[in-house]
């Protein structure tokens, strides 16, 4: 069976707008993540709290928080990697952080300068200190599937580090496709292994092989009811190469209203908002849905 009700985890204006070309001005930005709240979207990842010189596209976290009406009932998730980004965000009156470990030896250190074990060193004190100050922590575990260094990952070891950061104290760990090899057999496998069960989890297809929206459908039906999407299909990861943009929430969108499953987001006011941010990045959406819905 299927849910009632998907909760989508945007991750546009963080992931997606990481990894663009262009920096969009902080106003622009504001106006992406207001634009989203008014499609209906409740939970909106807004920027990363990292260091700005390994991500210049989202150095501009501190002002975007400051332009942004934090409306009631909604959530505006940062990412922060270690205590200098919980400092960062607690400063401008966060609530809701997610760390982000990786499952390969090769994408920590790319991503996060340290080793897996080292990893964790590192987030035990921002998860600890979160939590002592009121805020809830995601987190996210990288190269569940395949890793562009170290080829496919065993589920043994995704499932080791999900484990080992959810019992950090996190509610949730949203299992990370960075570089969108994944398919849906593997999807149900990995799923399955957790001893957690699906409650707790999340899924972050990235649709480099056109697989995310299957990936994503299979992890319903394993009991999965959060899922991670990017307005226009917008992003990816500039230390995980070969990464594109994130499962396009509008080509979500259309499937789950096809199937019956709710979601609060209205289509029109989502796919005008990707065509306006078109725009602005000067480049079209990769989403298909969005394609075929703009009315320009
Ligand atoms: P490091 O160089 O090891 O940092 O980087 P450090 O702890 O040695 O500190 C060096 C200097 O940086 C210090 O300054 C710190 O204060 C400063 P100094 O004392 O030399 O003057 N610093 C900071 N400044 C501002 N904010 C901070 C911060 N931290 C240190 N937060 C670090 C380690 C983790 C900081 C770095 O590797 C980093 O920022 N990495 C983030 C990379 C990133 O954002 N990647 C993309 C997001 S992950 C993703 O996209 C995957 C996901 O979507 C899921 C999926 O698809 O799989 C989530
Ligand atoms: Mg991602």
């Given at each position: 069976?299927?849910?009632?009700?998907?909760?989508?985890?945007?991750?546009?204006?963080?992931?997606?707008?990481?990894?663009?070309?262009?920096?969009?001005?902080?106003?622009?930005k504001?106006?992406?993540?207001?634009?989203?709240?008014?499609?209906?979207?409740?939970?909106?990842?807004?920027?990363?709290?990292?260091?700005?010189?390994?991500?210049?596209?989202?150095?501009?976290?501190?002002?975007?928080?400051t332009?942004?009406?934090?409306?009631?009932?909604?959530?505006?998730?940062?990412?922060?990697?270690?205590?200098?980004g919980?400092?960062?965000?607690?400063?401008?009156?966060?609530?809701?952080?997610?760390?982000?470990?990786?499952?390969?030896?090769?994408?920590?250190?790319?991503?996060?300068?340290?080793t897996?074990?080292?990893?964790?060193?590192?987030?035990?004190?921002?998860?600890?200190?979160?939590?002592?100050?009121?805020?809830?922590?995601?987190?996210?575990?990288?190269?569940?599937?395949?890793?562009?260094?170290?080829?496919?990952?065993?589920?043994?070891?995704?499932?080791?580090?999900?484990?080992?950061?959810?019992?950090?104290?996190?509610?949730?760990?949203?299992?990370?496709?960075?570089?969108?090899?994944?398919?849906?057999?593997?999807?149900?496998?990995?799923?399955?292994?957790?001893?957690?069960?699906?409650?707790?989890?999340?899924?972050?297809f990235?649709?480099?092989?056109?697989?995310?929206?299957?990936?994503?459908?299979?992890?319903?039906r394993?009991?999965?009811?959060?899922?991670?999407?990017?307005?226009?299909?917008?992003?990816?990861?500039?230390?995980?190469?070969?990464?594109?943009?994130?499962?396009?929430?509008?080509?979500?969108?259309?499937?789950?209203?096809?199937?019956?499953?709710?979601?609060?987001?209205?289509?029109?006011?989502?796919?005008?908002?990707?065509?306006?941010?078109?725009?602005?990045?000067?480049?079209?959406?990769?989403s298909?849905v969005?394609?075929?819905?703009?009315?320009?």
């Amino acid at each position: 069976g299927l849910p009632d009700h998907v909760t989508i985890y945007e991750v546009g204006p963080r992931d997606g707008l990481q990894n663009e070309a262009a920096i969009l001005p902080v106003d622009v930005k504001a106006e992406f993540v207001e634009r989203l709240v008014d499609a209906g979207l409740t939970t909106i990842e807004t920027t990363s709290f990292v260091h700005p010189t390994w991500v210049p596209q989202l150095a501009d976290a501190a002002d975007l928080l400051t332009r942004i009406e934090r409306r009631p009932g909604i959530r505006y998730p940062v990412l922060v990697p270690n205590e200098r980004g919980l400092d960062r965000a607690l400063e401008h009156g966060v609530t809701e952080i997610a760390i982000f470990g990786s499952a390969t030896e090769t994408f920590a250190q790319r991503n996060l300068n340290r080793t897996i074990d080292s990893q964790f060193e590192m987030f035990a004190p921002v998860v600890s200190r979160a939590l002592e100050s009121g805020v809830r922590v995601r987190a996210y575990v990288s190269m569940c599937f395949g890793d562009p260094w170290e080829g496919p990952v065993p589920i043994a070891k995704v499932v080791e580090v999900g484990m080992r950061l959810l019992d950090l104290g996190c509610f949730e760990l949203s299992l990370g496709d960075t570089i969108g090899v994944g398919t849906p057999g593997h999807a149900r496998a990995l799923i399955e292994s957790f001893p957690c069960g699906p409650g707790p989890l999340a899924v972050h297809f990235h649709d480099t092989y056109g697989q995310a929206l299957a990936n994503t459908l299979e992890a319903l039906r394993c009991g999965v009811t959060v899922v991670d999407a990017a307005a226009g299909g917008i992003g990816g990861c500039p230390y995980a190469e070969s990464a594109t943009g994130n499962l396009a929430t509008e080509d979500l969108v259309w499937m789950l209203h096809g199937l019956g499953v709710e979601t609060g987001v209205d289509l029109g006011s989502l796919v005008d908002t990707s065509t306006w941010l078109a725009k602005r990045l000067g480049r079209p959406s990769p989403s298909s849905v969005v394609r075929a819905l703009s009315k320009e």
